[in-house]
């Protein structure tokens, strides 16, 4: 029975960020017609956007999904999340961007992605096949932006931005049908927490976490995946339209970012549970230096263009299982929505930067070049931070009274 419910809650998961993350990385194909169709500038886009990237990275949500349960948050963020593109299709303005994009589905993706849904699978699986099921709930995340954005892009083109977001209304509230397959209450109210893992309380571990060097760095790190994603996820459609690339061909090199994902965060979820995952995320931060720059060296053609797709997108949510892994590894599960929902604030303030200095930066001088530079350097940055991180289990108060609980 315990093995059933725990495999409805990863098979759940895996769907809610399917939906949740492939309708969230089609709004970049959104930029160019809203904008124009408005008459407003990129940097309002971007900005609208830049606020969503901030709120979706609100620990929040996950501080009650770790008191309370999911259940009840992933109802909220899907009704949140479809009347958010309700409203920018109603009100056609920049104030429904900000409310509607910004805002609302800002919320709601703190509500119905990774943070929550991971903290769930964390309390039902055992502590050896975390990496491995986190990098297959990634994975789900990734096939929805491969599997959504092509169909996003042909309700842009069939029915206006307006009549795609009224559609993507109607998918997005799946979430809170799904998130009532979800228990009622955590696994720490319903006494299901496994007694190796501690049972300090949340006020402690936040404090053992802020002065925790490994914690920090993890932090510190996060904030540049943060800023790579959002920024190519948001721009890079419209930078290859700039270079003379159509629009199906910009919408198939993101959408294969999506698919390189899911054998990414297979790969490096499955060698998380056998290797350092410090040492993984270094390798993958600089191998994204490497893809990053050659992007840029290299002529743009549709060639190109697709093969950055594909070569981006396997290294692209391939941090979530290393990082959360990483998170749980050393502090355990019973607040990882909590610890890892603050990691991944600092995940969505880099998304700030890259999204609205893209606008800002493209706005001033007519081109991303700038910001394709900085992401390289602090990819470069983001491999050496890595490297020092202490990962080893800090010591948790433990009662061993108390039963265990876990697959």
Known sequence: MRDRKALLIVIFSGLIVLISM????????????????????????????????????????????DRYGARWILVLGGLFYGAGFLIVSALGSPGGLFLGIGVLTGLALSGSSYVVVLGAVAQ?????RRSTVFGMVTAAGSFGMFALIPGAQWLLERYSWQGAFVALAGLVGL????????????????GRVDASEGFDSLAVVLS?????????????GFFVCGFHVAFIATHMPAFLTDNGISGPVSATALSLIGIFNIFGSLAFGRLGDRYRKKYLLSLLYGLRAVVLSLFLLLPLTNTTAILFGGAIGFLWLATVPLTSGTVAQIFGSRYLSTLY???????????????????????????????????????????????????????????????????
């Open 22 to 65: 492939g309708v969230r990385q089609s709004l970049g194909l959104f930029l160019a017609p809203i904008t124009g169709d408005l008459g407003i500038g990129r940097e309002s886009f971007s900005l609208a956007m830049a606020l969503h990237n901030l709120l979706f990275g609100l620990p929040l949500l996950g501080i009650l999904a």
């Open 175 to 190: 979430i809170s049908l799904l998130g009532l397959g979800f228990p009622v209450r955590s696994a720490k109210r319903a």
């Open 341 to 407: 929902g603050i990691v991944f604030l600092s995940h969505q303030i880099g998304a700030f930067f890259g999204v609205w200095l893209g606008g800002r930066i493209y706005d001033s001088t007519g081109s991303y070049t700038i910001v394709w530079l900085a992401a390289i350097a602090l990819s470069v940055i983001a491999t050496l931070i890595h490297l020092p991180i202490t990962d080893q289990p800090y010591a948790r108060t433990l009662q061993p009274q108390v039963a265990a609980e876990t697959v």
């Open 208 to 220: 053992k976490a802020r002065t925790h060097s490994g914690y920090l760095l993890l932090v510190a």
């Open 124 to 128: 039902v699986i055992a502590p050896a």
